[in-house]
T-cell receptor, first 110, second 114 residues
Framework: GENVEQHPSTLSVQEGDSAVIKCTYSDSASNYFPWYKQELGKRPQLIIDIRSNVGEKKDQRIAVTLNKTAKHFSLHITETQPEDSAVYFCAAGGNTPLVFGKGTRLSVIA | KAGVTQTPRYLIKTRGQQVTLSCSPISGHRSVSWYQQTPGQGLQFLFEYFSETQRNKGNFPGRFSGRQFSNSRSEMNVSTLELGDSALYLC?????????????FGEGSWLTVV
């Protein structure tokens, strides 16, 4: 079955800097790659997603890139703000339910 | 449009007891998936129901079970509770199924087993 590895597990950045979180997956049949943000005590919320027919997608300060050949995808957050502090989860799926990475705790230091 | 609703939000149970958690999906969504979230293991898939049928099942023991009703509401049950079952149980709904589609999470049910 699918296996998703996510790195780093924790990440601290200065406000205004960029943050990058990377994930690798194992199942070449996976074709859907969402990212979720979970603030403390709240539900995971979808922030951006990408499908395998697209290499990059951007939404304001957030972007996701996908390399299907290497089976990895990344989340890029530019101009980080304190409200970006949260746990971020990547996931991969296609013919099977989403499999999630173990999460990255991002801390943005003002 | 109302989001995914889970009840109860918090509960404490004793080892050996059983627990039932409830989930109401977003209106019009026919698929409900359940995930267990723990600090060490992240989000782990339990099972998915679509139109009252279990479509997929994760790698959890038979003590974990679920069902879905004709109105798409779902329940999950854990019998013979163990300390290790303490976790946040998240329900997620989607229109046509979680495979390759966006899922929307509820706030979760925090279960503590003592």
């Amino acid at each position: 079955g699918e296996n998703v590895e996510q790195h780093p597990s924790t990440l601290s950045v200065q406000e205004g800097d960029s943050a990058v979180i990377k994930c690798t997956y194992s199942d070449s049949a996976s074709n859907y790659f969402p990212w979720y943000k979970q603030e403390l005590g709240k539900r995971p919320q979808l922030i951006i997603d990408i499908r395998s027919n697209v290499g990059e997608k951007k939404d304001q300060r957030i972007a996701v890139t996908l390399n299907k050949t290497a089976k990895h995808f990344s989340l890029h957050i530019t101009e980080t703000q304190p409200e970006d502090s949260a746990v971020y989860f990547c996931a991969a799926g296609g013919n099977t339910p989403l499999v999630f990475g173990k999460g990255t705790r991002l801390s943005v230091i003002a | 449009k109302a989001g995914v609703t889970q009840t109860p939000r918090y509960l404490i149970k004793t080892r050996g007891q059983q627990v039932t958690l409830s989930c109401s999906p977003i209106s019009g969504h026919r698929s409900v998936s359940w995930y267990q979230q723990t600090p060490g293991q992240g989000l782990q898939f339990l099972f998915e129901y679509f139109s009252e049928t279990q479509r997929n099942k994760g790698n959890f023991p038979g003590r974990f079970s679920g069902r879905q009703f004709s109105n798409s509401r779902s329940e999950m049950n854990v019998s013979t509770l163990e300390l290790g079952d303490s976790a946040l149980y998240l329900c997620a709904s989607s229109q046509t199924g979680s495979s390759g589609n966006t899922i929307y999470f509820g706030e979760g049910s925090w279960l503590t087993v003592v």
